[in-house]
């Protein structure tokens, strides 16, 4: 069952009911008890997935969950690799001034 807005041309008055796609338009407003009531044109509905939702390996077959299971258990039993460090040489010098290339004017055979 969906669920329609609602707006109240008199009073201005909005909101939303849960109704059957059956059911006839409502015409009278809740609060100002006139017959102005519109069913306003909503953007469609949506799905809304509500709890822990759904995952792509929620209906994978039995050999692919024992092979992942596996692999996993093989990729811990590895030690990780050891984290490498900056060297001297491959930290920028920030004391030193940049270089500047030299000009150099072409030789003349005169």
Excluded: W
């Excluded at 707006?7 to 059957?20: I, P």
């Excluded at 060297?87 to 500047?100: F, V």
């Amino acid at each position: 069952m969906p669920t329609y807005d609602y707006r109240c041309n008199d009073c201005g008055h909005e909101f939303e009911l849960f109704q059957a796609m059956s059911d006839s338009v409502k015409r009278k407003c809740p609060e100002c008890k006139k017959m102005k009531l519109e069913r306003l044109i909503g953007t469609g509905a949506a799905v809304i997935f509500k709890g822990t939702g759904f995952y792509q390996t929620d209906y994978r077959s039995d050999s692919y969950k024992k092979a992942a299971k596996d692999d996993k258990k093989g990729s811990e039993s590895k030690p990780a690799a050891p984290e490498a460090k900056p060297t001297k040489s491959d930290a920028p010098a920030a004391s030193t001034p940049a270089e500047t290339p030299k000009k150099t004017t072409p030789k003349s055979n005169d």
